[in-house]
C-alpha cells in the first residue's frame, strides 16, 4: 500500500505538468539535486555509536552528556532520551515556510520505523526503543519529536 502524501504537498505536486500534477519521484528528478541528496541520505540514515553504556546519536550524543549525568543521576533511560532527542521542525531551515504539521507527521513516522530498522541492524544485541511524539492537531510543530532509549534501561528506571 502506497503512503499517502501530504496535502499540504499534493497541492504542490497537482500544480505541475500544466496543472496535470507530477509524482514525488518525478517532482524530485526535477527540483532535487544531489547535494540535497548527500544531506537527506545521511539524515534518514542516521550514524549512532556506543560511548560507555549508552547509544548515542552522532550529532547529538556527546555534547552535554556529563551535565545530563550530573541532572539525572544514573538513569541511562533518562539520559539517552533527552540526549538522542530530536525536534523535526529543526531539521532544515528555519527560513522554509513550507514546515506544516502534516509533513511533520508523515516525516515522523518514517523516521521511527528508519530508527528502529537502523538500531535494530546496528545493534542487534541492544535493542532500543524509538519513540515519536505527535501533538494535538493545532499543537506547536516543535512538539514533533523523536527518540530512543535502550530497552534494557527499562528494568532500571521504568515508566
Same mark, same amino acid.
Given at each position: ?14 500544480? @505541475? ?27 534518514? @540514515? ?114
Amino acid at each position: 500500500m502506497a503512503r499517502e502524501i501530504p496535502v499540504s504537498l499534493r497541492n504542490k505536486l497537482g500544480a @505541475w505538468n500544466n496543472g496535470n500534477g507530477v509524482g514525488l519521484a518525478d517532482w524530485l528528478s526535477l527540483t532535487g539535486t544531489y547535494g540535497l541528496a548527500v544531506g537527506y541520505a545521511d539524515l534518514f @540514515w542516521p550514524e549512532f555509536y556506543c560511548y560507555g553504556p549508552y547509544i548515542l546519536h552522532v550529532d547529538r550524543g556527546f555534547s552535554g552528556l556529563e551535565a545530563w549525568e550530573r541532572k539525572l543521576g544514573k538513569n541511562g533511560r533518562a539520559i539517552e532520551a533527552v540526549v538522542n532527542h530530536v525536534h523535526l521542525a529543526d531539521l532544515l531551515s528555519p527560513e522554509d515556510d513550507d514546515c506544516t504539521a502534516d509533513k511533520l507527521s508523515f516525516l515522523g513516522r518514517i523516521m521511527k520505523e528508519i530508527y528502529e530498522a537502523k538500531l535494530d541492524w546496528q545493534f542487534p544485541d541492544r535493542p532500543c526503543v524509538v519513540k515519536y511524539d505527535e501533538p494535538e492537531p493545532d499543537g506547536d510543530l516543535l512538539d514533533y519529536k523523536i527518540t530512543f532509549w535502550q530497552k534494557s534501561w527499562e528494568r532500571d528506571f521504568p515508566t
